[in-house]
């Protein structure tokens, strides 16, 4: 256990454990309330997923949109996400997301600092549902000089281990050989995080402002609790920090947890690339006392490859984007065949990889293979993989679609049937099979430059072949402690527990089993993390009643305040 920043003490108003942006937006908040806060963290780096995320958010009816003249409306976004979500969730839950979500993006910038670019234009996910937006309701962090705001400590914050480029850069210039690297490499010189860790910094510097305690090597084992209340937290080595107000547990999901994991989701998971840390502590400290559990089906899922990344030590796989999305690449199953729009959002293209055969054992469309051409890897590359370079282990080469096919162990008629067919309506800009590159969010993801009349979609030429294994990933569960509107820990009988507080992805999230649009995960989780700071900070009710729909949002509004 180590301090990295504040005095060692054991008394605190405030103790969280965990330190992604829900931790840290809990703590930022009964900070600027004048509570003295302590934030533990199990791994010796701060940020948990958060600092290796997008670092995007996704707020509705937000003051950026309003200010560029987009409509938008709370009751809007509502329709949306329960469609998204596929009527599953609680209606206290996602009214709170909707209701606080721009409050607490104003809180983040006018109190902490926390400095977005709006994106305007970046489509929520499914333009196919009642209540979605082609932009307005995505925010991501801007460039942050983590070196000169945070000096020392920034050694204790977690990276993703990519240049400091912004998402809004990485649409702009498309596949990696158009970015600028020698650019990049000055912004890293001089101190510039990007993404997620540019919003963990943020957050962090508001924190050391405020004097709060920073702890790394600190795993949570046990909440301390006195005539029901919960009181403290005592750690895996036996230190305890206690609480005077409240305990907020944001320590990630349990998706290292293979046995958790697979007991839990209702998927196979084979592969993740959040923190190896996160093994569902704050789950089990809940339950032990009693805490109710709920939404533990799902993850945030997403395709990913494993390529040989490592994160703490530990393989990781790597998130497919444009690898899939740009023009010139198709993605296929078992039997050689496409089965998806590929540039679809990840979530719901992996959850097609999760589709069972009738027997039950065995999924239809894994193992899966994005194919592409040569033509392909000269424009953009595979990941870190360039053209003339000696190919890579994780790559398949083949001079033809025939000799890719056999090393794949696919029938080779069906991919060569499958490649003439899709370059057949590819040169046209038509997808008549999945209807890939008709969405404004398709569009988004591809290539302005493509010569062909659609930028997600482009044939399949020139040998040789490549093929790169697809396997269903995800950047972290995202069930787990059930809360109610204002992140109190529920007991099994709907109660709060006195005390205990929870946000993030150690929580049923708000929007359920949906994913809206890019930085759905972090808008409802830093919206539920600012609620318990506030709550923390003794500006809320007493507890009402969950599933109150549209008349408990209006309460919520008016006793916390908006």
């Known amino acids: 256990m180590k301090f990295v920043n504040g005095s060692p003490s054991e008394n605190y108003d405030v103790v969280v454990v965990g330190s992604g942006a829900g931790a840290l937006t809990a703590a930022a908040t009964a900070a600027r309330a004048g509570k003295s806060v302590v934030i533990l963290e199990k791994s010796e780096l701060l940020g948990g997923t958060s600092a290796v995320s997008g670092g995007m958010l996704w707020v509705a009816d937000n003051h950026h949109a309003r200010a560029a003249g ?45 400095r977005f670019i709006f994106l305007d234009n970046f489509p929520d996910y499914r333009q196919d549902l009642p209540g979605a937006l082609e932009g307005g309701r995505t925010v991501e962090p801007e460039l942050f000089n983590s070196k000169e705001a945070l000096g020392g400590l920034k050694a204790h914050v977690r990276s993703d281990g990519r240049a400091p480029f912004t998402m809004q850069e990485y649409e702009d210039w498309g596949a990696f050989t ?19 860790q540019a919003l963990v910094s943020m957050l962090l510097a508001s924190l050391v402002r405020d004097g709060a305690g920073l702890v790394t090597g600190a795993r949570g084992h046990r909440l301390l609790t006195d005539g029901g209340r919960v009181t403290g937290v005592e750690l895996e080595s036996g230190e305890r920090f206690r609480a005077k107000d409240g305990v907020v547990l944001a320590t990630g999901g349990f998706e290292w947890d293979k046995a958790l994991a697979d ?3 209702a998927s196979r998971l084979y592969t993740m690339c959040s923190p190896p840390s996160n093994t569902g502590d704050g789950l089990r400290m809940s339950q032990r006392i009693g805490g109710q559990t709920r939404g533990t089906r799902e993850a945030w899922w997403a395709p990913m490859s494993v390529t040989g990344d490592t994160r703490d030590g530990q393989p990781i796989g790597t998130l497919l984007r444009f690898e899939r999305q740009g ?56 990941l870190t993989h360039r053209a003339g370079q000696p190919t890579p282990g994780y790559l398949i080469e083949a001079p033809t679609l025939a000799g890719l ?25 038509e997808d008549p099979d ?51 509107g204002f992140a109190r820990v529920l007991d099994v009988d709907n109660r709060p527990i ?20 890019a930085g759905a995960t972090l808008g409802p989780i830093m919206t539920m993390g600012y609620l318990a700071g506030r709550t923390l900070a003794g500006r809320s009710p007493e507890y009402r009643s969950a599933g109150q729909g549209a008349e408990q949002a209006k309460q919520n509004v008016e006793l916390v305040g908006a």
């Open 70 to 114: 987009i409509t938008d409306s709370k009751d809007a976004a509502a329709e949306y996400v329960r469609a998204v979500a596929r009527g599953r969730g609680r209606e206290d839950l996602l009214d709170a997301a909707l209701n606080f979500g721009d409050q607490m993006l104003r809180f983040v910038e006018d109190e902490c600092g926390v």
């Open 178 to 196: 158009k970015f600028p690297w020698d650019e990049l490499g000055r912004r890293q010189d001089d101190g510039l995080v990007a993404k997620g």
């Open 263 to 265: 007991s839990m989701l």
């Open 327 to 382: 023009p010139g690449s198709i993605m296929v199953n078992r039997h050689g065949r496409r089965f998806a729009n590929e540039s679809q959002n990840y979530n719901d293209l992996a959850r097609s990889l999760q589709s069972w055969d009738s027997a039950g054992n065995q999924t239809l469309n894994t193992p899966a293979h994005v194919i592409v051409d040569h033509g392909y890897l000269q424009r953009y590359g595979i």
């Open 405 to 429: 096919a056999a090393k794949i162990n696919v029938p080779s008629e069906n991919l060569e049937a499958t490649v003439a067919r899709f370059n057949k309506f590819a040169v046209k800009g």
């Open 434 to 484: 999945f209807g890939r590159g008709e969405s404004a969010y398709d569009k988004y993801w591809g290539d302005d430059d493509n010569p062909w009349p659609d930028p997600s979609l482009g044939p399949l030429q020139s040998g040789p072949f490549y093929a790169l294994e697809v396997v269903n990933g995800a950047f972290g569960t995202n069930g787990g402690v059930a809360t109610d």
């Open 498 to 517: 006195p005390g205990l507080f929870a946000a993030g992805n150690t929580t049923e999230n708000a929007y359920a089993a949906g994913y809206p649009g």
